[in-house]
């Protein structure tokens, strides 16, 4: 059947400034549509997530995604800065440029302390207001501040990136395992709260310790939010970079080996990424 890729990265250094790939080394070549992987032709839609460009640049960054060659795109969660006065104008701005479906801004380089501004709260309510889904990237020990903060924004949608980075090296059992399993949970108990089930490979020193370690992780977010609530990403092409590179075919596969029946594997696969996303709407 065919995949839904929840989560796809795209960059271009000679069209945009990408101020973390300084000294990157190969990762800062450009990294274009049509070398995506795409799990030997299984993905056949995909979503484009902001790859970090200077802020000043999002727009132009949705601009350039919307009008690239990239026949499988179907829709681009753009960066904004939730905290701007002027946000609701840059939304407007946002959604003039492409097929607008969400929104990040990027938390896991903020102390947690940053999450209890009000400012945060009131950009997370605008995003509520206006139905339009948030993307939460956060590290395993951002995620009880992560919690604190999405309670109080009970009406937003919300997509955990990544399975809220969790300690791979470490397992599931360890003391760090335990204390993201609790955060995982709170936030699958909000209504509007999915997973995607992505980017575990680079937080895995190497396969071993992925394929050891990583399906356990992947059956506790579908234990906690359900296969509606799951959604399937190959993270490329930050996963093939900084991680051992299975490819995203092998992680497909991994995921698919922790679901429990064909249902559960055709919510994860397609239908909870297109639901999310509404990406069937018109943009």
């Not at 059992?173 to 680079?202: C, F, N, Q």
């Amino acid at each position: 059947m065919s995949i839904v890729d929840a989560h796809v990265h795209v960059w271009d250094p000679r069209v945009l400034t990408y101020p973390w790939l300084r000294d990157a080394g190969a990762a800062a070549a450009p990294h274009l549509p049509v070398a995506i992987d795409r799990a030997h032709g299984q993905s056949t839609r995909m979503v484009f997530v902001q790859a970090d460009c200077l802020p000043e640049q999002s727009v132009a960054e949705v601009r350039w995604v919307a009008e690239s060659a990239w026949p499988e795109l179907a829709g681009v969660v753009a960066a904004a800065d939730l905290r701007d006065t002027a946000l609701g104008d840059r939304l407007d701005e946002l959604g003039s440029a492409g097929p607008l479906r969400g929104i990040r801004h990027l938390l896991q380089g903020e102390a947690v302390e940053r999450f209890e501004e009000p400012a945060l709260r009131r950009g997370l309510e605008t995003l509520a207001a206006r139905d339009l889904p948030f993307d939460a990237c956060v590290r395993h020990e951002q995620l009880g501040a992560l919690a604190d903060l999405l309670e109080r924004v009970p009406a937003l949608r919300v997509v955990l990136d990544h399975i809220g980075k969790p300690p791979v090296a470490d397992g599931i059992d360890s003391a760090r395992g335990r204390a993201w399993r609790t955060g995982i949970e709170r936030i699958a108990a909000l209504p509007g709260a999915y997973v995607k089930l992505s980017g575990l490979i680079p937080e895995a020193p190497d396969e071993r310790t992925l394929r050891r370690n990583g399906p356990a992780f992947v059956r506790a977010a579908l234990a906690a939010f359900g296969p509606d609530r799951a959604m399937l990403g190959s993270d490329w092409p930050v996963s093939g970079i900084w991680g051992p590179d299975i490819g995203f075919a092998a992680w497909v596969d991994l995921v698919r080996e922790q679901t429990p029946d064909g249902a559960s594997w055709d919510a994860v696969a397609t239908a909870s990424a297109t639901r999310f996303y509404r990406l069937d709407a018109t943009a």
